[in-house]
C-alpha cells in the first residue's frame, strides 16, 4: 500500500546521513529496476550503490522539498519535476560527463522539453501510458461480446458503470490523471488550466464515481490480477504486471491492457539530480551508466516499460519492443496526450473537485 | 526536594518538552505561514542574519489565514464531523465486544487468567499493517468469509463489505480490542467479590447487582478503554485508507490530501492542530468534572 510505505520512509527520511565520497545514492520508483545491474554499476565502478525505493511522486516530493534527501539521483514524473525545479530542488546536468547521452531519443526528449526546458535538468528513464485494465471473460459477461474495452465510453458511460459495478472497478486516486482524462472524453483540451474548463471534468466523473469500488493507485494489480475486480483505471505497466501475475497464477484471469482510442496521457520518469546531493560526480557516472543502451534494455527488458533511449532498442527483446501496449505505433503515439503541472491555486481546486466526486462532500 | 529526586521528576518533563511542545509549536509556527514553491513549501521562513529586523519582518507575515480558510470551506468540518461519528460508534462496538472479553478473563480460574490475557495480547506481536490487510483478505468479495458464507449457503451472493463504513468498523474494533479489553479487566480483576454478595443480600437481583457494583466499579477501566481507542480511531488513516470507500470521510485522509496531493504544509498544519485542539478541551474538562467529583465525595 502506496500510503503506509510513504509515511514509513517519512518518518526514516530524517535518518538518511550524508554520504561520503565513494557512495552514491539513488531513489526510484520499486519494482523499476533489474538488481543485477545495480551490481553491474558497483562492480565496474567500485563505487558504494545505495538504493532506495518509493511508490508515489508526493512521498518523493515531499522528501526532497524538506530539503536534505542526502540523495544524488531521484526520479519524479515529468509533471512533478516541472514544479520541482521551480522550487529549486535540482541541478543542471553536466553533459561533458555523460558520454553516453547521445543515445537519448529525440522523440521522447522532444516532449520530456515541456517540462524541463531545453532538458538541462534531467533524462528519461522510462515512460509509459495510463489506460483501461479488463478482466475480458468478466467484462463480456456483463456487458456482451462488444463492450467498448478499448474506449473510455467504458468508465465515464454511467450506462456502463451500472452493470461494471457488479464486478467491480478501480480508478486511480489521482485527479491529475483522472481529469485530463475526463476532459478528453470531452473533446477538450486535456492539458486546460481553465477553472470553467476543468470544471465539466466534473460533470463526467461525478456521476460514475457512485459505480467505482475504490480510487487507489497500487491495490488494482492483485485486484485486477485476482479476479477480486473486472476493470481498473490505471497505468500501463502495472495493468501488464496484473496480466502477467494472472498467467501465472493459472487462476483463469485473462488481462488486457488498452490506451483509450479518445487519447490517452503519456507520462515520463526523468532522472535528475538534486541541487544539494553529495555526491553529484558520482550521480552523473550513474546517469550515464544507465544511458548506455544495452544497460537500459536490460532495465526495459526485465520491468516491461518503454525508455527514452533510442540505441537501446536493437537490444530490447521481442515480448517489449514488439508489444503495443508498451511500444505504441506511430499512429497511437500521435494520439497520446501529456499534461503540464497545475498552477498551486489550480492545484486546490483540483484536488478539493477530486475530494467532492470522491466522497459527494 | 532533593536534587536527585528533582532530575527524575524532570526526566518525563523534559521529554514531553522535547518530544511533544516543541514540535506542536513548529507546527503551529507553520500553519501560520503560506504555501511557496520553495524549499520548504512554505514563506516565511526565519532569516537570523538579520537580527532582530528580520524577526520583526517574519513575525509580521504570521496570519491565522488558513484558520480562516478551514473554516469557510465546509469540507473540514464535516471530516471532523464524520470521524467523531466514526470514532465514536466504534468506540461504543468496542466497548460492547471489549467489556464481557473482559468480564470472562477476570471470572476465569486463577490459573487460567495469564494464558487468556496473553491471547488477548498475542495479535500485537503481528504488525498492524499485516493485520489489516489479513482483513482485506477475509472481507473482500472474493475473501474467506464470503467465500465460507456462499460455500454453508447462508448467502448465495457475496456481501459486500470492503470499501464500506462496516469494513472500518471491523478493522477499528479488531485492531484496538486489547485496548479495551486491558484496563476493564484491570479493573474487574480488583473487584470484591463479597460486595456482589452483599448486594444480592440486600434484595438486589442478579441483574441488577451486576448493573450497579460491576458495571459501576468498573467505570474507570471502561473510561480509560474508550478513551484509548477513541482517540486514536478518530485521527486514524491506514483503516479508513485500506478497509474503507472513498465515501469514508475522515480526517487523517483530509489531513494526508493537504500534505502530499496539495502540498500545502500551512493548511495541513491548521487542519493538525484544530485536530489536537478538538481532543485535548475534551479530556482535559473531563478530568477537571473527575477530580470536582472525587473532591465532593471526600
Same mark, same amino acid.
Given at each position: 500500500?502506496?500510503?503506509?510505505?510513504?509515511?514509513?520512509?517519512?518518518?526514516?527520511?530524517?535518518?538518511?546521513?550524508?554520504?561520503?565520497?565513494?557512495?552514491?545514492?539513488?531513489?526510484?520508483?520499486?519494482?523499476?529496476?533489474?538488481?543485477?545491474?545495480?551490481?553491474?554499476?558497483?562492480?565496474?565502478?567500485?563505487?558504494?550503490?545505495?538504493?532506495?525505493?518509493?511508490?508515489?511522486?508526493?512521498?518523493?516530493?515531499?522528501?526532497?522539498?524538506?530539503?536534505?534527501?542526502?540523495?544524488?539521483?531521484?526520479?519524479?514524473?515529468?509533471?512533478?519535476?516541472?514544479?520541482?525545479?521551480?522550487?529549486?530542488?535540482?541541478?543542471?546536468?553536466?553533459?561533458?560527463?555523460?558520454?553516453?547521452?547521445?543515445?537519448?531519443?529525440?522523440?521522447?526528449?522532444?516532449?520530456?522539453?515541456?517540462?524541463?526546458?531545453?532538458?538541462?535538468?534531467?533524462?528519461?528513464?522510462?515512460?509509459?501510458?495510463?489506460?483501461?485494465?479488463?478482466?475480458?471473460?468478466?467484462?463480456?459477461?456483463?456487458?456482451?461480446?462488444?463492450?467498448?474495452?478499448?474506449?473510455?465510453?467504458?468508465?465515464?458511460?454511467?450506462?456502463?458503470?451500472?452493470?461494471?459495478?457488479?464486478?467491480?472497478?478501480?480508478?486511480?486516486?489521482?485527479?491529475?490523471?483522472?481529469?485530463?482524462?475526463?476532459?478528453?472524453?470531452?473533446?477538450?483540451?486535456?492539458?486546460?488550466?481553465?477553472?470553467?474548463?476543468?470544471?465539466?471534468?466534473?460533470?463526467?466523473?461525478?456521476?460514475?464515481?457512485?459505480?467505482?469500488?475504490?480510487?487507489?493507485?497500487?491495490?488494482?494489480?492483485?485486484?485486477?490480477?485476482?479476479?477480486?475486480?473486472?476493470?481498473?483505471?490505471?497505468?500501463?505497466?502495472?495493468?501488464?504486471?496484473?496480466?502477467?501475475?494472472?498467467?501465472?497464477?493459472?487462476?483463469?484471469?485473462?488481462?488486457?491492457?488498452?490506451?483509450?482510442?479518445?487519447?490517452?496521457?503519456?507520462?515520463?520518469?526523468?532522472?535528475?539530480?538534486?541541487?544539494?546531493?553529495?555526491?553529484?560526480?558520482?550521480?552523473?557516472?550513474?546517469?550515464?551508466?544507465?544511458?548506455?543502451?544495452?544497460?537500459?534494455?536490460?532495465?526495459?527488458?526485465?520491468?516491461?516499460?518503454?525508455?527514452?533511449?533510442?540505441?537501446?532498442?536493437?537490444?530490447?527483446?521481442?515480448?517489449?519492443?514488439?508489444?503495443?501496449?508498451?511500444?505504441?505505433?506511430?499512429?497511437?503515439?500521435?494520439?497520446?496526450?501529456?499534461?503540464?503541472?497545475?498552477?498551486?491555486?489550480?492545484?486546490?481546486?483540483?484536488?478539493?473537485?477530486?475530494?467532492?466526486?470522491?466522497?459527494?462532500? | 526536594?532533593?536534587?536527585?529526586?528533582?532530575?527524575?521528576?524532570?526526566?518525563?518533563?523534559?521529554?514531553?518538552?522535547?518530544?511533544?511542545?516543541?514540535?506542536?509549536?513548529?507546527?503551529?509556527?507553520?500553519?501560520?505561514?503560506?504555501?511557496?514553491?520553495?524549499?520548504?513549501?512554505?514563506?516565511?521562513?526565519?532569516?537570523?542574519?538579520?537580527?532582530?529586523?528580520?524577526?520583526?519582518?517574519?513575525?509580521?507575515?504570521?496570519?491565522?489565514?488558513?484558520?480562516?480558510?478551514?473554516?469557510?470551506?465546509?469540507?473540514?468540518?464535516? %471530516? $471532523?464531523?464524520?470521524?467523531?461519528?466514526?470514532?465514536?460508534?466504534?468506540?461504543? =462496538?468496542? #466497548? @460492547? +465486544?471489549?467489556? !464481557? &472479553? %473482559? $468480564?470472562?478473563?477476570?471470572?476465569?480460574?486463577?490459573?487460567?487468567?495469564?494464558? =487468556?490475557? #496473553? @491471547? +488477548?495480547?498475542? !495479535? &500485537?506481536?503481528?504488525?498492524?499493517?499485516?493485520?489489516?490487510?489479513?482483513?482485506?483478505?477475509? =472481507?473482500?468479495?472474493?475473501?474467506?468469509?464470503?467465500?465460507?458464507?456462499?460455500?454453508?449457503?447462508?448467502?448465495?451472493?457475496?456481501?459486500?463489505?470492503?470499501?464500506?463504513?462496516?469494513?472500518?468498523?471491523?478493522?477499528?474494533?479488531?485492531?484496538?480490542?486489547?485496548?479495551?479489553?486491558?484496563?476493564?479487566?484491570?479493573?474487574?480483576?480488583?473487584?470484591?467479590?463479597?460486595?456482589?454478595?452483599?448486594?444480592?443480600?440486600?434484595?438486589?437481583?442478579?441483574?441488577?447487582?451486576?448493573?450497579?457494583?460491576?458495571?459501576?466499579?468498573?467505570?474507570?477501566?471502561?473510561?480509560?478503554?474508550?478513551?484509548?481507542?477513541?482517540?486514536?480511531?478518530?485521527?486514524?488513516?491506514?483503516?479508513?485508507?485500506?478497509?474503507?470507500?472513498?465515501?469514508?470521510?475522515?480526517?487523517?485522509?483530509?489531513?494526508?490530501?493537504?500534505?502530499?496531493?496539495?502540498?500545502?504544509?500551512?493548511?495541513?498544519?491548521?487542519?493538525?492542530?484544530?485536530?489536537?485542539?478538538?481532543?485535548?478541551?475534551?479530556?482535559?474538562?473531563?478530568?477537571?468534572?473527575?477530580?470536582?467529583?472525587?473532591?465532593?465525595?471526600?
Amino acid at each position: 500500500m502506496k500510503l503506509l510505505t510513504s509515511l514509513s520512509t517519512i518518518a526514516l527520511c530524517a535518518a538518511v546521513q550524508s554520504a561520503s565520497a565513494e557512495e552514491v545514492r539513488i531513489y526510484n520508483w520499486s519494482d523499476y529496476i533489474d538488481e543485477e545491474l545495480l551490481e553491474k554499476f558497483q562492480a565496474e565502478t567500485g563505487i558504494d550503490l545505495i538504493y532506495d525505493v518509493f511508490d508515489s511522486n508526493e512521498v518523493l516530493e515531499t522528501k526532497l522539498l524538506a530539503g536534505s534527501s542526502g540523495y544524488d539521483v531521484v526520479v519524479p514524473t515529468g509533471t512533478f519535476l516541472e514544479r520541482q525545479i521551480q522550487a529549486g530542488v535540482f541541478q543542471k546536468l553536466d553533459l561533458s560527463q555523460l558520454s553516453n547521452h547521445g543515445n537519448v531519443w529525440d522523440l521522447i526528449a522532444a516532449r520530456t522539453a515541456q517540462y524541463d526546458p531545453e532538458n538541462a535538468y534531467s533524462v528519461n528513464y522510462m515512460w509509459g501510458t495510463t489506460g483501461l485494465g479488463v478482466n475480458l471473460k468478466k467484462v463480456a459477461e456483463v456487458l456482451g461480446d462488444d463492450a467498448p474495452i478499448n474506449s473510455l465510453d467504458l468508465v465515464f458511460n454511467p450506462a456502463n458503470m451500472e452493470k461494471l459495478a457488479e464486478c467491480g472497478v478501480y480508478m486511480l486516486d489521482a485527479p491529475t490523471e483522472m481529469i485530463p482524462a475526463a476532459l478528453a472524453y470531452l473533446g477538450e483540451d486535456p492539458n486546460s488550466h481553465d477553472p470553467d474548463v476543468l470544471a465539466k471534468a466534473e460533470g463526467v466523473l461525478a456521476p460514475i464515481a457512485p459505480y467505482v469500488a475504490k480510487f487507489n493507485s497500487s491495490e488494482y494489480i492483485n485486484a485486477l490480477a485476482n479476479g477480486d475486480i473486472c476493470v481498473a483505471f490505471g497505468w500501463s505497466g502495472d495493468i501488464l504486471q496484473a496480466r502477467d501475475r494472472a498467467a501465472e497464477a493459472e487462476n483463469g484471469v485473462e488481462i488486457a491492457y488498452n490506451a483509450p482510442s479518445e487519447g490517452a496521457l503519456m507520462w515520463f520518469d526523468q532522472m535528475a539530480v538534486p541541487a544539494d546531493a553529495p555526491n553529484p560526480e558520482g550521480a552523473h557516472k550513474f546517469i550515464n551508466f544507465i544511458l548506455d543502451a544495452q544497460n537500459m534494455a536490460a532495465a526495459s527488458n526485465y520491468v516491461y516499460y518503454a525508455n527514452g533511449n533510442l540505441a537501446a532498442q536493437e537490444f530490447l527483446v521481442e515480448d517489449v519492443i514488439g508489444d503495443l501496449a508498451i511500444y505504441p505505433d506511430a499512429a497511437t503515439l500521435e494520439k497520446l496526450y501529456t499534461v503540464t503541472a497545475y498552477p498551486p491555486r489550480v492545484q486546490r481546486t483540483v484536488t478539493r473537485m477530486w475530494t467532492k466526486i470522491k466522497s459527494g462532500t | 526536594m532533593n536534587l536527585g529526586r528533582r532530575l527524575l521528576i524532570s526526566v518525563p518533563y523534559g521529554w514531553l518538552v522535547v518530544l511533544f511542545l516543541i514540535p506542536f509549536l513548529i507546527v503551529f509556527k507553520i500553519s501560520l505561514s503560506d504555501y511557496a514553491i520553495s524549499i520548504p513549501p512554505y514563506t516565511p521562513t526565519l532569516d537570523t542574519s538579520e537580527g532582530w529586523s528580520g524577526f520583526a519582518a517574519y513575525w509580521s507575515k504570521l496570519d491565522f489565514e488558513n484558520f480562516v480558510f478551514l473554516a469557510e470551506d465546509s469540507l473540514y468540518i464535516k %471530516a $471532523y464531523l464524520s470521524s467523531f461519528k466514526i470514532a465514536t460508534i466504534a468506540t461504543f =462496538l468496542t #466497548l @460492547l +465486544v471489549g467489556f !464481557p &472479553f %473482559a $468480564y470472562a478473563i477476570a471470572n476465569a480460574p486463577e490459573e487460567w487468567r495469564p494464558s =487468556l490475557l #496473553l @491471547l +488477548v495480547i498475542l !495479535p &500485537f506481536w503481528t504488525s498492524f499493517l499485516i493485520r489489516v490487510y489479513a482483513l482485506i483478505g477475509i =472481507l473482500s468479495n472474493e475473501g474467506f468469509l464470503n467465500q465460507f458464507l456462499m460455500w454453508t449457503g447462508v448467502i448465495s451472493e457475496p456481501l459486500v463489505i470492503m470499501n464500506t463504513n462496516a469494513a472500518v468498523y471491523i478493522g477499528i474494533v479488531y485492531t484496538y480490542l486489547p485496548f479495551m479489553v486491558l484496563p476493564i479487566y484491570s479493573t474487574l480483576e480488583k473487584l470484591d467479590g463479597s460486595l456482589l454478595e452483599a448486594a444480592q443480600d440486600l434484595g438486589c437481583t442478579r441483574i441488577s447487582a451486576f448493573w450497579s457494583v460491576t458495571v459501576h466499579l468498573a467505570k474507570p477501566g471502561v473510561i480509560a478503554g474508550c478513551f484509548l481507542v477513541f482517540i486514536p480511531a478518530l485521527g486514524e488513516f491506514v483503516i479508513p485508507s485500506l478497509l474503507g470507500g472513498s465515501r469514508t470521510l475522515m480526517i487523517g485522509k483530509v489531513l494526508w490530501e493537504e500534505f502530499f496531493s496539495n502540498r500545502d504544509w500551512p493548511v495541513a498544519s491548521a487542519v493538525a492542530i484544530i485536530l489536537l485542539l478538538v481532543l485535548i478541551i475534551p479530556i482535559v474538562l473531563f478530568q477537571r468534572n473527575e477530580q470536582k467529583q472525587r473532591e465532593q465525595n471526600k
